[in-house]
């Protein structure tokens, strides 16, 4: 492997310093967001449209790829030979473009390292970060629609920055557990609009960046955020109608406005008792009865008690939703109700996600009714303001 005197790994050795959640903070540069894509991976490969920089042990250097990586031991082989002597962490770096990791392209570096586990993380400035995002979290809109993409440009942003966390090895998670996110995709030129048209702007509430929670569908009305998930109240993660002078909700249109899901009576409390085997750990043999014991004031179920032959079990807030997990999945939300119709169980319910924040169906109806992203941003966020921090 060629050696260079210096290797240039700006995105990956340079240090931004930044404060999310300082009031006001201006950043001089944009910062980054570090996404984790594998973790205890066996073996991958990165590949480059142009030569590849990596930093491994005292080894640094540049040149063409594909560069295989695996790890028991660790092995990196390049088209020139095996890399002597190679040491976590692992810095690789593209001189132009993209990197491909198992043939998915990612913009910026990666960082492989190996602390309680193996991790590969995904080094990258945020808004090339968003336009990794928007595809997956709202998708392709036509640009009749470009200021709910603008909204949800704002809403990932203020979340990805909300959820930084400079003392551990990565920020956030590519999955639904915090955003989706597939790296680089075919070009979309309203998505990417919609990120540079907002560059650099988040939700405050109080000087501080929001944890901007959003989900698909509503269902009418969103929810407060301490009616599904446990912790304190949060004043920017209100419930609000989500309709206009009208009333009329603005997610009318989301196939997942109404719902409806059938169960056979057999295989009602087949589910149900392999969700408490799961959840508590317990292994009934008979439902006596179910019941929905607690709503809040948006219609959704709170509380929901299973008496059983061994005992009550309860299950609150989002957790209801894998209650009646089957080959479907979860149902789609928890504002819903239970009717018992001949042989059947048949849950019928509205919206699809936890409610919380930003409906983006909503969103998308609010951008055909010419409503700007600032109005969005502002309806679905109780009392926030918006800052351009670079």
């Known amino acids: 492997m060629k050696l260079l005197p210096k290797l240039f790994l700006p995105l990956l050795l340079i240090g931004i310093s ?39 042990g005292n080894s640094r250097g540049t ?37 491909y990791l198992s043939g ?41 629609q470009i200021e709910a993409l603008k909204a949800q440009a704002v809403a990932s942003r203020s979340y990805a920055m909300a959820n930084k966390k400079p003392s551990a090895e990565y920020d956030i998670l590519p999955t639904i557990w915090d955003q989706v996110y597939g790296g680089v995709g075919e070009a979309d030129e309203v998505i990417n609009e919609a990120v540079e048209s907002t560059r650099g702007v988040v939700a ?36 609000v109608r989500d309709s206009g002078w009208d009333g009329k909700p603005f997610c009318r249109f989301s196939p997942h406005f109404n719902w409806e899901r059938s169960y056979a009576k057999d295989e009602f409390f087949l589910v149900i008792r392999k969700q408490i085997r799961e959840l508590f750990g317990q292994n009934p043999k008979e439902i006596l009865w179910i ?57 019928s319910g509205r919206g699809y996600g936890h409610g919380v924040g930003m409906c983006q169906f909503g969103a998308m109806e609010m951008a055909k009714e010419n409503y700007n992203f600032q109005q969005i941003i502002h309806h679905y966020y109780t009392g926030v303001r918006l800052s351009k921090l670079w």
């Open 291 to 347: 019941k929905i014991a607690k709503r809040t004031k948006t219609n959704r179920v709170r509380t929901i008690e299973i008496q059983t032959d061994i005992g009550k079990f309860d299950m609150n807030k989002d957790q209801i939703r894998r209650l009646f997990a089957d080959f479907r999945g979860s149902v789609k939300s928890i504002m819903f109700r239970i009717k018992v119709k001949g042989n059947s169980f048949i849950i």
């Open 104 to 144: 998915r392209a990612y913009p910026g570096g990666i960082k492989i390292s190996k602390g309680s586990d193996i991790i590969v993380v995904n080094h990258v400035p945020i808004e090339e970060y968003l336009k990794g995002v928007l595809p997956y979290e709202m998708g392709r809109l036509p640009r009749s």
């Open 18 to 56: 930044c404060a999310p959640l300082m009031p006001l903070r201006q950043f001089k540069e944009e910062p980054l967001i570090r996404i984790l894509l594998k973790s205890n991976p066996g073996k991958f490969t990165i590949s480059s449209d142009f030569k590849i920089e990596i930093k491994t």
């Open 63 to 99: 040149m063409k790829g594909p560069i295989s990586l695996s790890f028991n031991p660790l092995k990196i082989l390049t088209p020139e030979g095996q890399i002597n002597g190679a040491a976590f962490p692992i810095f690789i770096l593209p001189t132009n473009g993209n990197l």
């Open 204 to 239: 405050l509430y109080q000087g501080k960046v929001i944890n901007a929670k959003y989900s698909s569908t509503c269902g009418g009305i969103t929810e407060d955020n301490e009616n599904v998930w446990p912790g304190e109240r949060i004043p920017y993660l209100r419930s």
